[in-house]
């Protein structure tokens, strides 16, 4: 801290009244609107190229590049990290690829899929970062030592004499500078711009597209489905003719049912190799696999095609006599019961069944029937209803209730006990709420009293 003020005491002076002021231009006085931007210089020719970004956008744009980054960016699209990480490895990009490869296969005969992944995406990185760096029009950089490693070997046998003498006239010491060539300090500092050779370009172009399609084997074996089209794509636009890479992208792409494209896939591969079995073994697969998802699709267009008839049959039917029904938007959890048609739903002569709760308002307890046929009575369901095993008086039998149902209009209607349902329900005064019908029984000696109560109630609500 110290220090600090002491570096901070520095950069001021004083002046003739003995006050200290800060050196540089003095800020305008408050309300005088100045342009405050005027006293901070101006932003470098290059950032007019982010003109229009905004603060995170040109924050972000910056991450993208390796001495800017906070985080490690793994998705391979960043060319310039890819250039900057193969040079971590000592030796030309073929010989790392090739490393990098040898060290996958290895793995791969294992069955350690990730660990083959791992080696396979090293050697993509380092060949990538040659691709990207001949699309940019960058020459190679080769240093004097590795210029000579490559000579012919005629050349080569020069190279070693002239190193020989110029070692034994420095005395061993490598330092003394030979006519001939220049001294060994120098040959492993210099570096020489040379063109691609086109066999070794040629040569790390097949590697790379043998790189990509052994990690889209592993990305295969992960189930990285999409990742293992991805590789087969890069290298399909290598070489457009790798059998392998189609036969993986179709596979993965059968796996995730894209029938058409694994199908589009796999004729791609065998137009370039008609006899490949492991090609025609999966054309197989692909017409079976296509056989059992058209067989589900026509299930299922079926069943909504059933399940849309059901529905005009079942609202045919109900008009056709002249039953109300109304939804509250909040129907009640009855699993699977609903107003349908029975026995068979598709048949328009079939009968209607309506669910059916029984309430015995006296003693607040219910019952539920499931399905109530049209052509049933109330009695025909006592008889196996009754005797209630609550009901220890014996209150509720078939002869000694009455039964009742609210009416559209909110009052009640007294229900025979030997009336059809169809009978109570086709007058259009009764009507079934959210698939479900209401009827009260009550105790004949309790009836008239429950009836007044229900009356006082609903004319109380409505005051």
């Known amino acids: 801290m110290d220090k600090l ?29 100045a342009d405050l931007s005027a006293m901070f210089p101006g932003l470098p020719p290059g950032h007019t190229v982010n003109t229009g970004m905004t603060l995170e956008e040109t924050v972000a ?34 010989e790392n690829g090739l490393n990098f490869k040898e060290q996958g296969n290895e793995c791969f005969r294992a069955k350690k899929w990730g660990d083959a992944k791992e080696f396979y995406g090293k050697g993509v990185q380092v060949l990538q970062a040659e691709e990207f760096r001949r699309s940019k029009g ?83 074996e992960l189930k990285n489905y999409r990742s293992c089209t991805l590789d087969c794509a890069a290298a399909l636009r290598l070489n457009p003719n790798n059998v392998k890479a189609f036969y993986r992208s179709a596979k993965a792409l059968l ?15 065998l137009e370039i190799d008609s006899s490949n079995a492991a090609l025609q073994q999966l054309a197989k697969e692909i017409i079976a696999k ?56 598709l048949d328009p ?14 003693d607040y307890e219910s019952d539920f029937i499931k399905a109530f046929n049209e052509t049933e009575s109330l009695d025909q369901h006592f008889g196996y209803v009754f005797p209630l095993p609550w009901d220890r008086e014996n209150k509720y039998t078939a002869n000694n209730v009455e039964c009742y149902v609210e009416t559209i209009s ?11 349902l169809l009978k109570v329900l086709s007058g259009g005064n009764v009507e079934i709420v959210d698939d479900l019908l209401k009827i009260f029984v009550v105790p004949k000696g309790r009836a008239e009293s429950w009836v007044k109560d229900w009356k006082e109630k609903k004319l109380g609500g409505r005051r």
């Open 410 to 420: 909110g009052g009640l209607a007294k229900v025979g006990k030997k009336v059809s």
């Open 5 to 33: 003020a002491s570096q901070t005491n520095e950069l001021k002076f004083e002046n003739n009244n003995g006050s200290s002021n800060v050196i540089g231009p003095a800020p305008p006085p408050p309300g005088s609107g």
């Open 255 to 269: 796996a995730v049912n894209k029938i058409t494209e694994a199908d589009d896939a796999c004729a791609r591969g």
């Open 138 to 220: 960058i020459k190679k950089k080769v240093s004097k030592q590795t210029e000579a490693r490559i000579l012919s070997e005629e050349e080569q046998r020069a190279f070693e004499e002239r190193e020989k003498k110029r070692l034994a006239e420095s005395g061993g010491s490598g330092v003394v500078r030979d006519a001939e060539g220049p001294t060994a300090a120098e040959v492993k500092e210099e570096y020489k711009e040379v063109e691609d050779d086109p066999v070794e370009t040629q040569k790390e172009r097949t590697l790379l597209e043998q790189l990509y399609v052994n990690r889209a084997a592993c990305n295969l």
């Open 61 to 94: 744009d910056l991450k993208k590049h390796p001495l800017f980054m906070t985080e490690l960016d793994d998705s391979e699209e960043n060319e310039e990290l890819a250039a900057l990480q193969s040079l971590a490895y000592e030796g030309t990009p073929l």
């Open 290 to 345: 296509n056989e059992t998802v058209m067989a589900h699709k026509r299930a299922e267009e079926k069943r909504a095609a059933d399940a849309r008839r059901k529905e005009t049959l079942l609202k045919t039917a109900l008009e056709a006599r002249n039953i109300e029904t109304r939804s509250t938007g909040k129907p009640p959890d009855m699993e699977d019961a609903r107003v349908q048609l029975v026995p068979d739903p």
């Open 349 to 362: 002569k079939s009968a209607l069944s309506v669910p059916t709760m029984l309430l015995y308002p006296a």
